[in-house]
Structure formats: C-alpha cells, structure tokens
C-alpha cells in the first residue's frame, strides 16, 4: 500500500478561502461599479442633481476593499451590504427630482442573500426596509410615500426569497458532490481521497492530546481467484459485503475506507492492541460466516501513542497484513508498537 502525504485535510478552510475570495472580488465589483453609475450620471445632461457623497464614498471603499479584504474576516465583510444600501438611501434622499436609483438596493440584497444565509437576507431586506423609509420620510412633501416604500420592499424581499432559495439549493448540490467525491462508489465507505484528508485530521488529534491512535489494514485473500472464477460481478458483490461487515462494526468517529482493490483500511481513535485486534476478528469472523467460509480476510494491526507520521502507521499495518498472509491467512496479526512507532 503507497501512502500519499496530505499536508491539508478536509475541505472546510479551502472552501472558506474560497467563499472570502469570492465575497471580496464582488464587493468590489459592486463599489467600482457604484463609481461607473455615478460618473456617467454627472457625465449625461439633463439628469436630476445629486449629491456626489455616496459616490465618493465608493471611490474609497471599492479599492480598500480589493486591496485588503482577504485580511477582513467574513462576518466584519458582512458590513458592506448594508453599507451599499445606506448610501443608496442618501443618494435618493439628496437628488432633487424623480429618479429611479431605488432598483439599485437590489445589489445589497443580491450579494447578502447568496453570501450570507437565511440571517443575512432577513437582515439585508429589514435594513433596506428601514433606510428607504427614513430617505423617503425627509424628502419633500409629495415626493416620498408609502407606496414607493411598499413597492420597494416588497420587491427585494422577493429577490432576496428567490436568490436564497437558489443559494440553499447550490449549496446542497455541492455538499453533496464534495461528499460523492470522497466515498467509494461500491461500499459506500471513504475512498482514499477522504481517507487521508480525514486520517490527517485524526494525526493531528492523537499528537495534540497524546492519545493512541490504532489503524488495522484488511485484504481479502484469494480476491483475484474470486474474479476469475466467478466474475467481476461476484467480485463486486463481495467488496460490498466486505463494506457493510466493517461500516457495522465501526464506532462512531472511526474512519473506515476502501483504499483500493481488495484492501480496506480502519482508523480507531483512542483503541489500544486489544481492542483493535479484537475489532479486526470481529470483521474477519463476520465476513466468513456471512460468506459461509467462502471469503476469508487478512488483518493487520498497528498501535501507537502520539503519532506525526502516517506513513509509519500505515507502513505498519501493512506489514502486518502481509504478515499475517504468510502465516496462512484469515486471521489478524498485531505489529509490535516499536514499528507502529511514528
């Protein structure tokens, strides 16, 4: 078995710098394209007068935030959406005639709905709820009214309802693709990918709290003889019934994956020799009987307290296993703690 080193583990701390980055690049966006609007509107004759505040305003946030957001954490980035929609009520509130710069919330409410959850959209359309009242209550008498608050409302918390929908339904695709992409299609158990992004966490654990950390290596025996006489099929069969004996006899917080072929790995945390031996015979016993003795495993067992490396770990099993291959098969056999040793 090859071990391949995994220097970061699972996908949580990718997809949050993923997520920053992506927040980041849009707000961005979003001001520089506040500071377009606000040049073409002086540019074009005719136009109602307006304060140029808010367009300032943009043309200092836009770059301070491409520059450095990435070193903002993504709840003070969460400002920004309410930001944008308070600078839009002061530029309704201070242009001196009919203007059409309500439809402009919608680029708040677009950027909090999808970024930040169910909180987030509730807060954005409550703020914009707020903000556009106080802009429409000081502006002269006959220009601000109910209806154009009612109007607005209404309408981005249906943009805001629409794009969380999405969003929620984005976000369980991909969980559900990232999940896919880290389990064995046959057993359903963790194939290598998830194994080592998932072992990498467990390593870490075990050296921080100086606990031991068991990992027992199993290979079905005379696999290829079962492929040749009678099938892939029957093969296929076999490893998923080989699957389902080890994901019954897991604890909670055991990691169990296939790691390729005919071999399976299982990581104990806090398991000692015996009782790591003892799971491995509980899996070799329970694959014989339910193949009424047609199928038989080989396990290795390796032990160690603290370990850094998981090349030794694995390495050790490994050893044991084919240890245990010699000395006749189906049947555990236990490294000595000094080779499990990371």
């Known amino acids: ?60 946030v836009a770059p301070l935030v491409a520059l450095f957001g990435h070193r903002v954490p993504r709840s003070a980035l969460a400002l920004l959406g309410p930001l944008g929609a308070a600078l839009i009520a002061f530029a309704l509130q201070s242009t001196h005639g009919w203007t059409d710069g309500a439809v402009l919330y919608m680029w708040p409410v677009l950027w909090m709905s999808h970024f930040y959850g169910r909180r987030g959209t509730v ?15 000081t502006m002269p008498p006959g220009v601000g009214n109910v209806d154009r608050w009612v109007d607005v409302v209404v309408s981005v918390a249906v943009v805001a309802a629409v794009v969380r929908a999405l969003s929620s339904r984005y976000d369980a695709l991909v969980a559900t693709l990232t999940a896919e992409a880290r389990a064995d299609a046959l057993t359903g158990l ?68 296939r790691w390729g072929g005919e071999e399976f790995v299982v990581v104990l945390p806090g398991a000692g020799a015996a009782s790591a031996s003892a799971f491995a015979e509980r899996v070799r016993a329970a694959v014989s009987a339910t193949s009424s003795g047609a199928l038989t495993l080989s396990a290795g067992v390796a032990v160690a307290i603290a370990p850094t490396h998981p090349g030794a770990l694995l390495a050790a099993a490994d050893r044991a296993m084919y240890e245990a291959k010699r000395a006749g098969r189906d049947r555990p056999i236990v490294a000595g703690r000094s080779s499990a040793a990371a």
Not at 123 to 137: K, R
Request: hydrophobic share 50%; proline share 3%; aromatic share 6%.
């Open 190 to 257: 963790l194939n290598r990918r998830g194994f080592e992004e998932r072992f990498a966490a467990e390593l870490s654990r075990s050296a921080r709290d100086r606990t031991s950390l068991a990992l027992v290596s199993f290979d079905l025996d005379h696999f290829k003889r079962v492929n040749d006489e009678h099938g892939h099929e029957s093969g296929d069969r076999a490893l998923a019934m080989v699957g389902a004996v080890i994901a019954a006899e897991v604890r909670v917080g055991d990691l169990a994956a």
């Open 1 to 60: 078995m090859r071990w391949i080193r995994v220097d970061h583990f699972g996908v949580g701390p990718a997809t949050a710098a993923s997520d920053t980055e992506s927040i980041v690049r849009t707000a961005a966006g979003i001001y520089a394209g506040a500071i377009v609007i606000a040049l073409v509107e002086q540019a074009i004759p005719g136009g109602p007068p307006a304060s140029l505040g808010p367009g300032l305003v943009c043309l200092v």
């Open 123 to 137: 807060f954005i359309v409550v703020w914009v709820g707020v903000v556009h009242g106080i802009a429409l209550a």
